[in-house]
């Protein structure tokens, strides 16, 4: 791939990323007051994360078994209303301890 096409490619991504985040401002003028699609907006980021986030849980580890273990134990810990920096230790400990002893 050539510089330039390297360039348009760069160009195309940077409009395509704006547009999603310029379009709903431009489009919605006032604040949502239909219920359904303000709870709807409400949990997308959650969501969006979660996609994001679980393949990766199962698949990087060396054992899907300890990236599952690690997924339950970080929901019982945030259930209990653990911050996130100490849910994320706990995972990356129980991940490394059951790949040591997996392998």
Do not use: E
Not at 20 to 43: A, D, E, H, T, W
Not at 59 to 75: E, H
Not at 80 to 98: D, E, K, S
């Amino acid at each position: 791939m050539d510089r330039h096409n390297i360039i348009i490619c760069i160009l195309l991504a940077i409009i395509t990323t704006n547009m999603i985040r310029v379009i709903p401002m431009l489009l919605i003028k006032g604040q949502i007051n239909n219920r359904f699609l303000r709870s709807f907006l409400y949990y997308v980021p959650y969501v969006t994360l979660a996609v994001m986030i679980f393949p990766g849980i199962i698949q990087t580890t060396m054992s899907p078994i300890s990236g599952l273990v690690a997924l339950i134990v970080g929901i019982v810990a945030a259930w209990r209303r653990m911050g996130l920096f100490p849910v994320a230790v706990i995972c990356c400990t129980i991940v490394y301890l059951l790949d040591c002893l997996i392998l």
